[in-house]
């Protein structure tokens, strides 16, 4: 049973779980035609507790492509301020009836806490979760991959992929939703990270996944290679971790033939250089963001006419 079904009746979206590959083969399909039009327009509300650009950005422009006006809710000039809790903020808005509230929260598995605080007519939408899931990221990333070898969709269809996730693993809920997500379609997953961003138990959770690991990006073959940087807002109170010198995208050796991709934000000269980011023919890190509001345009249809 998904995350959602479990507390509402009704389509949320909280993990890449949450959808079958058939309500993913319908998404891409949506993103192809760029037939975005909802009938009866409808609101949608952002509501970030956590910093974003592409995420923010993209899902704001995904409302309005879709003929829905698009609320940014500020939490720094909220009454959350003046100690309103986050539940009371979100029985507020429910009272304005949105279609949709996308949230983005510091804390893993607030979403799906929440959702329960909204009428069954709103709809949430998970836009990342602390390090629990980020499930928008992981179908723009899918339909990428999927664009860029011109593989048509199936339920197997990344079985010959090799896909290497590169970085902060621990702290990441991009390779979190990646992993769930590419793997259920086939992809061999390959992670590579210094023993510090992956220890023993979250190595043996991915490991019961079908996950493989190496510690460095030219010991294998992949396909596709996507750099994490490190997640620092993730390690307040702890010891703040670094890279080996050795680790990242430098130049197109370190890539070995594979695509580059990288949820952004980059941290320039941590795991990667602006010159791979943005001038490699490898990178598809424009790409990505490009397909970010065409994904997350698609999603808000699909689940509008659910
Ligand atoms: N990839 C991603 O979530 O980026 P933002 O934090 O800028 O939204």
Redesign the pocket.
């Known amino acids: 049973m998904t995350s959602n079904m479990q507390c509402r009746n009704q389509f949320n979206l909280i993990s890449v779980n949450d959808f079958k590959n058939s309500d993913i083969k319908s998404i891409f399909e949506i993103a192809d035609s760029k037939k975005f039009n909802v009938k009866n327009g409808g609101l949608g509300i952002s509501l970030f507790f ?7 950005l993209s899902f704001e422009s995904a409302l309005l492509n879709c003929g829905l006006k698009s609320v940014r809710f500020d939490v720094s000039s909220s009454s959350i301020a003046k100690e309103e809790t986050v539940i009371n903020t979100i029985r507020t808005i429910n009272s304005y009836s949105p279609d949709f509230l996308i949230m ?1 929260s510091k804390q893993t598995g607030e979403p799906l806490i929440y959702q329960k605080y909204l009428d069954s007519n709103t709809k949430m939408i998970n ?2 979760d602390g390090t629990g899931e ?1 499930p928008t ?1 992981a179908l723009l990333d899918f339909y990428t991959i999927l664009q860029v070898l011109n593989i048509k969709f199936s339920d197997s269809c990344l079985k010959n992929i090799t896909i290497a996730i590169a970085g902060d693993i621990m702290h990441s809920r ?1 390779a979190r939703s990646n992993i769930f997500l590419l793997s259920r379609f086939g992809a061999k997953i390959i992670l590579i990270s210094p023993l510090s961003f992956l220890p023993q138990s979250i190595r043996n959770f991915y490991s019961n996944l079908g996950c493989s690991f190496a510690y460095t990006l030219r010991e294998i073959k992949a396909n596709f290679v996507m750099l994490l940087r490190i997640q620092k807002e993730r390690m307040e109170g702890k010891a703040r971790l670094t890279f080996p010198s050795n680790f990242g995208i430098f130049n197109e050796a370190d890539l070995n033939h594979a695509y580059l991709m990288h ?3 980059i941290n320039e000269r941590v795991e990667i250089t602006e010159d791979m980011a943005y001038l490699s023919s490898k990178s598809l890190i424009s790409k990505q963001v490009e397909n ?1 509001s065409l994904i997350r345009s698609a999603i808000i249809k699909f689940l509008s006419d659910k």
């Open positions: 956590e910093n974003s650009t592409r995420t923010l983005r836009a990342g980020h990221q991009v949820p952004g934000p970010g």
